[in-house]
């Protein structure tokens, strides 16, 4: 049922920044907030970004992420080993009546 | 602090049933949705099911609507999720999730329960 198209990778030397996209619809991002999680190996998800753009606390300001019409981006700057990870984005469809999640995007770091 | 522990998963044959079970803590929780998403193995992330905090919403993946049905005991602090006619390909991870901040979407996940359908 994933409608947001992710990148399944993308890839960066440490200390440059990697944007990951994230591809809806005019009834999913296009009309509600996005949200950015990461998965660690064998981990639970964590919240990374809600509402488009804010950073719960404890998460560091190397984390960014933007909306723009039915499309968002998470940017990570500073990039670190520990930031090898998936990462997922994830918005209310109006049309599905539910959460919908990207399809993911692996992250390595070179 | 939040805390989310699952627990009923395991082992099942194809066309049986299961009941996984949430228990939530460190936060009013009838006042937030909250939600089963689940991770077949090597998989992504898929939604499965959302509950308002009432219980008088419920939400379904398409996957698994007529199967599967999410309910909640307030006084438990507590949500369930009760899965019949098993499929091989309902084999994965099972996280419960509280809601963030009223669109459903999530902050704080548990740790994640197995539930593994085979013959």
């Known amino acids: 049922q994933s409608v947001l198209t992710q990148p399944p990778s993308a890839s960066e030397t440490p200390g440059q920044t990697v944007t990951i996209s994230c591809s809806g619809s005019s009834s999913s991002i296009g009309s509600n907030y996005v949200y950015w999680y990461q998965q660690l190996p064998g981990a639970a998800p964590k919240l990374l970004i809600y509402r488009n753009d804010q950073r719960p606390a404890g998460v560091p300001d190397r984390f960014s992420g933007s909306k723009s019409g039915t499309s968002a981006s998470l940017a990570i700057s500073g990039l670190r080993s520990e930031d090898e990870a998936d990462y997922y984005c994830a918005a209310w469809d109006d049309s599905l009546t539910g959460p919908v999640i990207g399809t993911g995007t692996k992250v390595t770091v070179l | 602090e939040v805390q989310l522990l699952e627990s009923g998963g395991g082992l099942v044959q194809p066309g049986g049933s299961l009941r996984l079970s949430c228990a939530a803590s460190g936060f009013t929780f009838r006042s937030y949705a909250m939600s089963w998403v689940r991770q077949a193995p090597g998989k992504g992330l898929e939604w499965a099911s959302s509950?308002?905090?009432?219980?008088?919403?419920?939400f379904y993946a398409d996957s698994v609507k007529g199967r599967f049905t999410i309910s909640r005991d307030n006084s438990k602090n507590t949500i369930y999720l009760q899965m019949n006619s098993l499929r091989v390909e309902d084999t994965a991870v099972y996280y419960c999730?509280?809601?963030?901040?009223?669109?459903?979407?999530?902050?704080?996940w548990g740790q994640g329960i197995q539930v593994t359908v085979s013959s």
């Open positions: 999730a509280k809601e963030a901040f009223g669109d459903y979407l999530s902050d704080y």
């Open positions: 509950i308002s905090g009432n219980g008088g919403s419920t």
